[in-house]
């Protein structure tokens, strides 16, 4: 308790100074009082859902130059719609949700918080109807809802501020904050190591309730993950998906156990198929 | 008599060449664990067969939870999640896709094409010192749907809202 209690007020201490105290003391508990931040989530202060969205938006901005993004207009609103529509089933849907679909040949999808989701080209073109694109965007969807990658950002950035003795509050307001700009940078580096397994399988099952609250087959997504199963692993355009996320199978494991129970019910729930072909005909016969 | 047997030829015909394009089109799939083939994709449909784990099959379609397979000579339905893809090479569900894909690849390779959508993979590495590009980003926010649109959306295909709620990692209510 009293060791705990000392912690927690280093911890205080580092939150509320921009200088690193000198004593030799302070220095001996650094190291278990970064063990203590992880769990320690109290000590991270949340930002306001404008900071989220300010934040989101630097992420969104360099994920952009990733590629460009896909020309077809049709494909875009498509998957705009598809989206927004699942995020109204959420518990943020007045979030500036928006979706963007890259041209890449890469099969994946990042969300960054504050409600921008982007989507490959790469996958779009794996998926076979609406059911499975809306289950994609679900489980990104549900990344921002459960705001995996903004818990995952302000607690990187807190240890990083920790060892260079920055403040640990993380204020977004300025957007020419430099701690803002480390934070997103930080921040859009973590897309290329991923997020805790956890998350990953959260947003599984967070994705498939969203599915099915928006009416669709919520199949979708273990469809999706399935024809990711049957992808080699060294095919190109897909390492980074399999490096950052659990092994489809064990995604799928997951899903069994949970849609096993009582998603028959949703047999009847439509997979929108004609539409999505409809719409992503011109992309397939460009390929 | 005679009509009927042409007629029972046709069909047989026909069944060949449906079983030749759909062998083609075809993604291959293991049992993973033993589960029972039905005539129909519901649960209480007659079961035409256990089948055994590891037993090999092709999947034709989906219906829901339900995959339409072949299993050596029989056609029927079984549960999508108690089947494993394996992983191919150039492995895609819809194989028709999966054919061109890996065509455009080639000529890609081959016409010395150096737009960003070739067939180099992202890394850990293409996310460090990303700079921003606010231009992209500026397109993307005028890509937004708002509510009502996606609500028409939604209406045109007939979507209907559930209740579900979360689920935790067993499968019970969070």
């Known amino acids: 308790m009293k060791t705990s209690g000392r912690i927690s007020l280093i911890l205080a201490g580092l939150l509320c100074t921009t200088h690193l105290a000198a004593e030799p003391q302070f220095k001996l508990d650094l190291g278990k009082a970064f063990q203590t931040l992880k769990s320690a989530k109290s000590a991270i202060v949340p930002l306001t859902e404008e900071e989220e969205i300010a934040l989101g938006q630097g992420v969104a901005s360099n994920l952009m130059s990733l590629a460009p993004l896909l020309a077809d207009q049709e494909v875009q609103t498509y998957v705009n719609r598809v989206g927004r529509w699942i995020s109204l089933h959420s518990e943020r849907p007045d979030l500036p949700w928006t979706f963007a679909v890259l041209d890449h040949e890469d099969i994946n999808a990042f969300a960054a918080p504050g409600g921008y989701i982007v989507l490959t080209k790469g996958m779009l073109l794996k998926l076979r109807s609406e059911a499975e694109l809306a289950g994609v965007l679900a489980h990104e969807i549900a990344h921002i809802v459960r705001k995996h990658h903004l818990n995952a950002i302000q607690s990187s950035n807190a240890k990083i501020a920790a060892k260079e003795g920055l403040s640990l509050v993380m204020d977004a307001k300025g957007k020419t904050d430099e701690r803002l700009l480390k934070a997103i940078s930080a921040g859009t580096e973590m897309y290329g190591r991923g997020l805790d397994k956890d998350d990953e399988f959260e947003s599984d099952r967070v994705g498939v309730v969203l599915a099915a609250r928006s009416g669709y087959d919520p199949f979708g997504l273990p469809a999706a993950l399935q024809t990711l199963q049957g992808i080699t692993s060294d095919s190109s355009g897909f390492q980074l998906m399999l490096e950052t996320h659990p092994k489809p199978s064990d995604r799928l494991n997951q899903l069994d156990r949970i849609m096993s129970k009582d998603f028959e019910r949703f047999d009847s729930l439509p997979d929108v198929r004609n539409r999505f072909e409809r719409i992503t005909s011109r992309l397939r016969s460009a390929k | ?174």
């Open chain 2, 1 to 174: 008599m005679k009509r009927q047997h042409r007629h029972f030829l046709f069909l047989c015909a026909l069944a060949t060449l449906s079983l030749n394009v759909s062998a083609q089109n075809a993604d291959k799939a293991t049992v993973a664990r033993s589960a029972e083939l039905k005539a129909q994709p519901f649960s209480d449909a007659a079961t035409l067969k256990t089948l055994a784990e590891n037993q090999k099959l092709d999947v034709l379609s989906r219906k829901a939870s339900w995959m339409e397979v072949r299993a050596q000579d029989m056609t029927g339905w079984v549960k999508m999640l108690s089947l494993r893809f394996d992983a191919r090479a150039e492995s895609v569900s819809n194989s028709d896709n999966s054919a061109k894909s890996f065509l455009s690849l080639v000529k890609t390779g081959s016409s010395g094409s150096t737009t960003t959508t070739g067939a180099k993979g992202w890394s850990k590495e293409s996310f460090a010192n990303l700079s921003p590009n606010p231009d992209r980003f500026e397109k993307m926010k005028q890509l937004s749907s708002n509510k009502s649109d996606a609500d028409a959306f939604a209406k045109q295909e007939n979507l209907k809202e559930q209740e579900q709620a979360y689920l935790n990692a067993k499968g019970g209510a969070q």
